[in-house]
């Protein structure tokens, strides 16, 4: 079979600021299977980039969270119809609320950090907070939801493996090794069945790298491809009792002095942020609070108020009643031509273009 490969960038839509759900309500709509979902992701649903290799079977889409919601960033990728996975490093403002439908597939869902909540037939709650290792199975035609929990960093990554591949991937392995893992994944049965691992130093050091490659097209499906199934690998070891003992994988907990901070930068818009002085306010040394904010939010303080600034910039100019000289000092620039610049280099085009979007 000859290779092919496809890579084209996709201009992202606006995101409808009552959409509270995660990338299945994003690309289809809440409660629809997996297929359906990668389906409108290849048909353009609005993403950044989108990649297919059909010699491999191979789909991927890789898009950010509306700023305007939160902040991080999603890659998806499915292999035929076989494996589906969602990887994501974000930080939410306001809880997220997504309808699962069941499909019968096994579940590997590690998480690094995050808090996620699963409403179970019976009526209770499954509690999910990062570092753990859940392998879940929801039957055909059995729905559920989840909800993600606001300003906790989430970085996880989640596996979709249909019975029959998963099965033919343990057929491959040590005969004691599939019998075991098989063993235990069969008795995950009943509308919504899970168990729980540790979290190992190989899954952390997999999972990061998935997040950590830039790399698009053809190149960058491959590597999520074999990533992917790296992980499945060291999930089936634990799932075996293989694990090493995880004493180096910290929860990545919430300082509500690091929340107080990022309050802060939300509400200087009209400023350049001085971070000695909200270090101060929110009581705790400069440099702890710059290395704890990058570890929770993924970015510096100063790209976070950039970030904020320019949004703020940009609806502004698109709402059309300011020049952009205005909407410069708005959001802390004392000379148009310094903010133009940065706009510039933000968004990759002149702060006049967003302006003529407006009809100026």
Known sequence: ???????????????????????????????????????????????????????????????????????????????????????????????????????????????????????????????????????????????????????????????????????????DMRPAIAEAAWGTLARLTGPISHVQLPVTPGMVACVRGMLAWKHEGRLGLLYKEAKTLELVSLVVDALCGKHETEASVAREKSDPRIDRARNILQGSIAEIPNIACIARTVGVCESKLKRDFKAHFGKTMFEYSLERRMLVALDMLRAGNLPVRAVAEAVGYRHHTSFTAAFRRFYGFLPKAAAREAGR
């Open 1 to 171: 079979m000859t290779l092919a490969a496809h890579h084209r960038p996709v201009r992202p839509k606006s995101l409808a600021r009552s959409a509270l759900g995660l990338f299945r309500a994003q690309f289809a709509a809440g409660g629809k299977p997996l297929e359906e979902v990668f389906a409108a992701v290849e048909a353009g649903a609005p993403q950044i980039v989108y990649s297919q290799d059909p010699g491999h079977r191979l789909r991927g889409a890789r898009f950010n969270v509306d700023r305007s919601q939160g902040e991080g960033v999603w890659h998806l990728l499915s292999v035929g119809r076989d494996m589906y996975v969602a990887m994501t490093d974000a930080v939410y403002d306001k809880p997220r609320l997504e309808t699962v439908a069941g499909e019968g597939k096994f579940e590997f869902y590690v998480k690094l950090s995050g808090k996620l909540s699963i409403e179970l037939p019976c009526g209770n709650r499954l509690a999910v907070e990062g570092p753990t290792c859940l392998v879940l199975r929801a039957e055909q035609g059995c729905t559920f939801r989840e909800q993600l929990e606001p300003l906790a960093r989430e970085i996880c990554v989640s596996v979709h493996c249909r019975p029959e591949f998963l099965r033919g991937l343990l057929a």
